[in-house]
């Protein structure tokens, strides 16, 4: 296909109008030509002869009559061993060459290659010569940091194909040919590691989807007991700022047991992604003893990078994640904020003269955020194993008001919705998850009988909290503060989990069990107390002793020693019935 | 050399119209007419049409004025002899001193690298509990003051600067009151600042366009002294005027608006310049505080809110105090773990324990019996307010910490603070 190639006949922020010749695709990617700079950009929409496309730079001194020259191609990355501990921006360009080669500064125009050629792979063929096989299925494995990165037939190649030749095992570089396979016609195809994808459709050459069931445990307590994400599940964290959205996200990211996390911080701030970039070379994975890098991937197009990146960052991430579910790995990704990618879309509409929906939105904005959601899921591969991707992504509503466009769209294709509320950051009660509009429709690592008890306790807690600023602690029965105080205990201990201690930071869903079973015991006592202040002061100190009790390590003994302590300061102020 | 027109074929608001060709997306224009001249910026593009911002204002600016293109976008002169001097939004001199023309940078240049930051670690001491014990600035760190008009956040402002220790200080103004840039002139004269500092002020006399250029021109020079690995500190007052200014361009040219009038782009175009804050691997910084001021003290509308989501976190300055609820410094976590073993644990324990004492407020203004316990909350609320959140309090970090722990022992007993033991068992005053 010859490419086109236009000229530039309006320039409106980072949206170019362009005159071509030719024919020209919606979502194709041509390039801008200001001197020696070529801008990447991208088409948004085509009118005639006239394509609106927008820039994935700053579009400083273009002018009309500037050259724009077409590839025919879509927006693509590139997937192959390598991918892992990179850092990329939106468009995949890896930030740590780009700021050995450009210094300080992103300046414009400069894009890298994503995965480095030069790396020596050791391969090993695991298909045979005169194996029938289709796009996904694996020829062959190299072992990429901790984990057998399957070499597998390129998504883009259709239909059934014969493998002819493999290559000996050996080192061998992404670009060299390591199969080559004959398609039905008897035509042969070559294959190295490195294939290309566009990354706004999904790679869907697996067998079938599964419903995702099993618990992706992500060791914060309120989340795996209360509001558990499944594998393959999509969940969302709408919030105010400050209210722990980002927080949340870095102590999933580290502590969530899965194969590989993929980050898109897209259109946040540049600090909390170097706070990962910097930290997570030097944190150990608990699971694999190595360097949680190496089973990281970082998208990062942070709130100053230029906003078309932004939007095309959320899909360069998840298409990485597509691409490591078809070997059969459990993805994470972690999306913080969608509303950035949402903000995107609606600066882009505005420039196009789009008819708004509210708020400016695009009237297409449920749509694209449902399609994007509809990325995860399980699924069975063709040789049978399954793989995941789980997203979970931040929402940033105006005003801290979740009866907004993206909040709304969002909750209606997710399962499950940790939802933050001010009062509670504002009172430091972290994670700043409201137990009480939360929800979600995975199962939980706990029993669910414990569940609804303890979701009682503090619902009716709540109320009597309420009750209590109108009628006073003297209008309240002793029955009814107790409550309110157990309610203020699970809360304390359970609910709340400092995110900066070492210990107390991620809780597996063995000590979930465990913890939860003792403290549902001291919900269902039934206690006596001569009055209130007595109670109170009782549950100062049961608060304070299973906070101490948080902190200690599974394997020490003093875990042993200070749960039976709790179990006995509640004995003793139980009624034997 | 350069091109020059002669026909203006639109005005309004602060945006000409002319037809010209061969013209560049940002390129700078001068726009010369009987009552003066300006330089101008193209904004859009549209075959041979051109829209123009004129930064001294459209008005007076008549339909045969000449205007004549660059070639060039806007830059401002940098070096050394800039410290002390004062320009306006334009950076044009305020004060006697020469006009200058050496040097020339560009502003609004690109961002930084990710990869090229490095972690914050040293805190900025301001001798202001509320700060450095309860949200510590952190050097690098980008935060505004949100506060509603008449909050003394100017004096804030000039506070911290001096006492901060930093290298250059760099104020930028927009729509400042004549006498608040006075009493910042003269602050920082009196300290003895003045000759580490460069102000750019647009004040509310001034054209509006000049606004929106303070923040590029401001951060465009601190970007280049940090780069001479100084560590800067900016000062930006009030960013709601920036983003009004942002506004009344983008109602002008018809975009249609988000919320409240302001465009959909405010989050990217406030973010663009609070991101500029960074700590250099391998050179400077820039630290960024700011003022918002709040339309009717309200913190969700649209420029708070959009600050609130960019920055690193927020003082809520009210009542001439700052306010513990609300007020953040996300930054806070990568200093306080290294100034004393019990500095999180006091900050936790004693906003917790104030959290207490307001609860504890509001059932004794509605009548309620006072338990033994409101009533230990309320001597210690009180006494909270007055020598830790006061802001006349002036005292380093290591005594208000002492401080803290003697507010809580003259009120509680160790248990009752909830503080691990192990930290009571050392700190408690006997
Ligand atoms: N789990 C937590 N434990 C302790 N502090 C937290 C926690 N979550 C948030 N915070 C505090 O709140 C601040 C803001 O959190 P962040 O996640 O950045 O908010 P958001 O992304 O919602 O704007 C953090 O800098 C930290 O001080
Ligand atoms: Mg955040």
């Not at chain 1, 109670?535 to 304070?544: E, I, P, S, V, Y």
């Not at chain 2, 975009?255 to 391998?282: C, M």
């Not at chain 2, 969700?300 to 001439?320: A, K, S």
């Amino acid at each position: 296909m010859s490419e086109a190639s236009g000229k530039i006949v309006g320039v409106n922020g980072n949206m170019i109008t362009v005159e071509f010749d030719g024919a020209v695709s919606q979502n194709e990617v041509g390039f801008a030509c200001l001197g020696d700079l070529r801008l990447m950009a991208e088409v948004v929409r085509v009118r005639g002869s006239l394509a609106d496309m927008q820039v994935f730079e700053d579009t400083a001194l273009l002018g009309i009559g500037d050259i724009v020259e077409f590839t025919g191609d879509l927006l693509s990355v590139e997937l192959g061993p390598g991918l892992l501990t990179q850092v990329y921006d939106g468009l995949q360009n890896p930030l740590p060459e780009l700021a050995e080669k450009c210094g300080f500064f992103l300046d414009r125009g400069n894009y890298l290659e994503a995965i480095p050629r030069g790396t020596p792979w050791e391969w090993t063929p695991t298909a045979k010569v005169g194996d029938k096989v289709s796009a996904g299925l694996t020829l062959g494995q190299v072992p990429e940091g901790i984990f057998q990165h399957h070499i597998m037939l390129p998504f883009a190649m259709d239909g059934n194909y014969e493998i002819t030749y493999l290559a000996e095992p050996g080192t061998y570089r992404v670009e060299d040919v390591i199969a080559k396979v004959k398609d039905e016609k008897g035509a042969e195809h070559e294959v190295t590691m490195l294939q290309r994808w566009p990354v706004k459709v999904p790679i869907q050459a697996y067998q079938e989807r599964l419903r995702p069931s099993e618990p992706m445990v992500t060791k914060v307590r309120i989340i795996d007991t209360f509001f558990p994400v499944a594998l393959g599940g999509t969940y969302c964290i709408p919030g105010p700022f400050g209210a722990g959205k980002t927080v949340l996200q870095q102590i999933t990211s580290r502590y969530a047991d899965v194969d590989i996390v993929i980050l898109a911080a897209c259109g946040e701030r540049a600090g909390e992604v170097v706070e990962t970039l910097r930290e997570f070379p030097e944190l150990t994975d608990p699971r694999t003893g190595k360097s949680l890098m190496d089973r990281t991937v970082i998208i990062c197009n942070t709130s100053s990078m230029p906003v078309a990146a932004r939007e095309a960052s959320v899909y360069t991430a998840v298409t990485l994640a597509g691409y490591y579910r078809q070997m059969g790995m459990n993805v994470l990704l972690l999306a913080d904020s969608t509303s950035r990618w949402a903000q995107a879309l609606r600066e882009m509409s505005g420039r196009l003269e789009e008819i708004p929906g509210e708020e400016a939105f695009p009237a297409y904005l449920e749509s694209v955020i449902a399609s994007f959601y509809e990325r995860g899921g399980r699924v069975r591969l063709k040789d049978g194993r399954t793989g995941s991707i789980t997203i979970g992504g931040t929402v940033s509503p105006a005003g801290g008001n979740f009866d907004e466009p993206v909040t709304q769209a969002t909750l209606k294709v997710v399962g499950a919705f940790h939802g933050l509320s001010r009062a509670r950051s504002d009172a430091r009660r972290y994670p700043a998850i409201d137990p009480l509009d939360s929800w979600s429709k995975y199962p939980s690592v706990v029993n669910p009988d414990q569940i609804d008890l303890a979701r009682g306790i503090l619902r009716d807690g709540t109320e009597i909290g309420q009750m209590m600023k109108v009628v006073g602690e003297e209008g309240t029965s002793i029955e009814d503060f107790l409550v309110y105080l157990k309610g203020e205990y699970v809360d304390a201990v359970y609910l709340q989990q400092d995110a900066y201690h070492d210990i107390d930071a991620a809780t597996s869903a063995d000590r979930q069990k465990m913890v939860f079973g003792v403290i549902t015991d001291i919900l269902k006592a039934s206690m006596v107390f001569d009055d209130k202040e007595t109670a109170r002061r009782f549950f100062h100190q049961l608060t304070q002793t299973t906070k101490d009790w948080n902190r200690v390590d599974i394997e020490d003994p003093q875990f042993e020693e200070l749960k039976n302590r709790l179990v006995n300061m509640v004995s003793e102020v139980t009624a034997n019935a | 050399m350069h091109k020059v027109y002669h026909r203006v074929e639109s005005i309004a608001g602060n945006v000409i119209n002319i037809r010209a060709t061969g013209i560049k997306y940002r390129e700078l224009a001068e726009v010369t007419s009987r009552s003066g001249s300006s330089l101008a910026q193209v904004i859009q593009l549209r075959g041979d049409l051109v829209s123009l911002q004129v930064f001294a204002g459209a008005r007076g600016v008549a339909t045969d004025a000449q205007v004549r293109f660059l070639g060039r976008s806007m830059e401002v002169p940098f070096g050394d002899f800039l410290l002390g001097r004062i320009f306006t939004g334009g950076a044009q001199p305020r004060d006697k001193g020469p006009v200058l023309s050496e040097n020339l940078i560009q502003i609004g240049g690109p961002s930084v690298n990710p990869a090229k930051r490095i972690i914050p670690k040293k805190m900025v001491r301001t001798g202001i509990p509320m700060i450095d014990i309860f949200n510590t600035l952190v050097e690098s760190q980008k935060l505004p003051v949100f506060a509603r008009a008449g909050e003394p956040y100017n004096p804030l402002l000039a506070r911290i600067a001096l006492q901060a220790e930093v290298d250059i200080i760099i104020l930028g103004g927009m729509g400042l009151k004549h006498d608040d840039y006075l009493y910042f002139r003269d602050t920082l004269e009196e300290s003895g600042a003045l000759s580490r500092t460069v102000m750019f002020v647009h004040t509310a006399a001034d054209p509006i366009v000049e606004c929106l250029l303070v923040p590029d021109i401001s951060l465009a020079v601190a970007e280049q002294f940090a780069l001479q690995n100084k560590r800067v500190l900016v000062l930006l007052t009030d960013m709601t005027n920036f983003a009004d200014a942002l506004k009344e361009i983008a109602i002008t040219m018809e975009q249609i608006p988000s919320n409240r009038g302001y465009p959909g782009d405010l989050y990217s175009q406030l973010a663009a310049r609070y991101e500029k804050a960074v700590e250099f691997d391998g050179a400077g910084s820039i630290t960024i505080l700011a003022v918002t001021s709040m339309p009717g003290d309200d913190v969700t509308h649209p420029v708070p809110d959009n600050t609130g989501y960019i920055t690193e976190g927020q003082f809520y300055l009210r009542n001439g105090r700052i306010e513990p609820f609300g007020s953040l410094s996300r930054l806070k976590q990568q200093v306080n773990g290294d100034t004393r073993s019990d500095h999180r644990t006091i900050m936790n324990t004693m906003i917790q324990l104030y959290a207490g004492f307001r609860e504890t407020t509001e059932k004794q203004s509605m009548g309620f019996r006072m338990s033994a316990w409101d009533t230990k909350l309320l001597k210690y609320g009180e006494r909270f307010e007055k020598e830790m959140m006061d802001l006349s309090v002036n005292i380093p970090l290591e005594e208000a910490l002492d401080l803290g722990w003697k507010i809580l022992a003259d009120c509680f007993e160790p248990m009752e603070t909830g503080i691990p033991s192990k930290l009571t068992d050392q700190y408690w005053p006997s």
